[in-house]
């Protein structure tokens, strides 16, 4: 939980109450490799925090699983269309390995907002993240699939430690062969 406290803390210092409501709101729950946190075609109800683990966001296109990004230890995860306006979600979300997070609830979420530090940290981080995936989806648009390895490499190195290869090739593009050939070309 002290991890998460740091995080929320590097947005917006907390006051001892918001900090306790926060610890009191946030549950930790274990899931296994394998299991689906969030499913398409249900209602996203939780936010997450992974404090140990990986977990693969990803949709279904023409019958194919296209993994969309795959998050590791110290960030959030939720399904944000489903979880902020309550309706089915359009993504899976699945465990890559045993999996550790802090969960809240859509309605422990509520009672939060009612801590003016947690609304300030609640935009705080919104807007870093919106910005950050807006940012992103356009650099990594544009890279080649070589490049788009060596960012993940540099940038996100634990997606290439805990991720399976067939995961990490459909998040940059390529088939699980191509991937093989930049991995082979890089060493």
């Known amino acids: 939980m002290e991890k998460l406290i ?16 926060i610890k009191e709101s946030f549950v ?3 899931f296994k490799k394998g299991e689906f946190i969030v499913e398409e075609g249900k209602v996203c109800n ?21 993994t969309k990004w795959i998050y590791t230890d110290n960030q959030f ?3 944000m269309s489903s979880f902020f306006e309550q309706k089915p ?13 802090y969960s809240l609830s859509y ?7 009612e801590y003016p530090i947690f609304i300030k940290f609640h935009i705080k981080q919104l807007r870093y993240y919106l910005s950050n995936i807006n940012e ?4 990594f648009r544009l890279m080649t699939a070589e490049k788009k390895y060596l960012f993940l490499l540099e940038s996100f190195p634990l997606i290439i ?16 062969e191509t991937l093989s050939r930049i991995r082979a070309s890089i060493i």
């Open 6 to 21: 740091e995080i929320i803390n590097s947005f917006e210092k907390l006051d001892s109450e918001t900090e306790l409501a």
């Open 28 to 30: 930790e729950e274990t």
């Open 46 to 66: 939780k936010i997450y925090f992974i404090k140990s683990g990986a977990i693969r966001r990803f949709c279904i296109e023409d019958g194919i699983e296209v």
């Open 77 to 79: 995860v939720t399904s």
């Open 89 to 101: 979600s359009y993504e899976n979300f699945q465990t890559c390995e045993e999996t550790l997070v």
């Open 107 to 113: 309605l422990d979420e509520q009672i939060l907002l």
């Open 136 to 139: 992103f989806n356009h650099l």
């Open 161 to 176: 430690k805990k991720a399976k290869l067939k995961h990490i090739a459909s998040l940059i593009g390529v088939s699980q």
